[in-house]
């Protein structure tokens, strides 16, 4: 069939959890929310990409709207998954969404996945903390510039250290997530990945090796 018309995610209804008790759950104060579709990368390792083509993105105001509703719904809520594949693939929505979630303090924390880019200024991440942000997790893969033109994953490594390092000094934690053996990489590629992980390992919360 062909494909399907793509909507305006902000004309999406709010999900709903009625039927999912989540009391049954160990951690029932979490839920997981999606208020993208895409990534505005191609990295070639990514699964992810034929299935989303382009990139759309909830504005800040309708992702504000949505955890407000439903901490209206579910007073314990306390912490908000986004599972976007990137969530600050618009910066205009995540900044908004920042300065609601810190004038309308609604006692919830998130967390969630997000690429390095140079629009992450020290502001931005300010923000970030003040709106209640814990954890981000980055998918850094290599610490060789030339191995990232390889998996066409192109960011500049000086972003990385930079954004790393205000990200722990505004107190959110950071993951960040490595791929060994990609096609293409050779020993010094692997040394460099290494010199990132030492020269970073006082602000990095949590490291993942794939």
């Known amino acids: 069939t062909e494909p399907a018309p793509s909507i305006k995610l ?6 709903d959890f009625t039927d999912l008790p989540l009391r049954d759950y160990d951690d029932f104060r979490h839920i997981s929310l999606i ?9 070639y390792f990514c699964s992810d990409a034929p299935c989303w083509p382009g990139y759309r993105a909830m504005s800040g ?20 998954r986004f599972l976007d594949l990137e969530f600050n693939g618009n910066m205009k929505s ?8 810190k004038g309308h303090p609604l006692d919830v924390f998130w967390s969630a996945n997000m690429i390095i880019r140079p629009e992450m200024s020290a502001k ?19 610490g060789s510039e030339r191995l990232l033109k390889r998996m066409n994953k192109y960011y ?13 000094e505004a107190g959110i934690c950071v993951t960040a997530n490595f791929m060994f053996g990609f096609p293409g990489e050779t020993e010094e590629d692997f040394i460099q990945t290494l010199d990132f992980l030492k020269r970073n390992a006082r602000f990095l919360d949590r490291v993942y090796p794939s």
């Open 94 to 101: 995540l900044e908004k969404f920042c300065d609601l979630m």
């Open 61 to 80: 105001e309708r992702i504000f709207q949505e955890i407000a509703f439903h901490k209206n719904m579910y007073r314990d809520i306390g912490h908000i």
């Open 124 to 142: 931005v991440i300010k923000k970030m903390s003040h709106s209640g942000c814990e954890h981000i997790i980055f998918g850094i893969e290599s």
């Open 156 to 168: 500049d490594m000086k972003d990385a250290d930079r954004i790393i390092r205000q990200m722990h």
């Open 10 to 15: 902000d004309y999406l209804p709010f999900l």
């Open 35 to 43: 208020a993208s579709r895409g990534c505005i990368r191609r990295c």
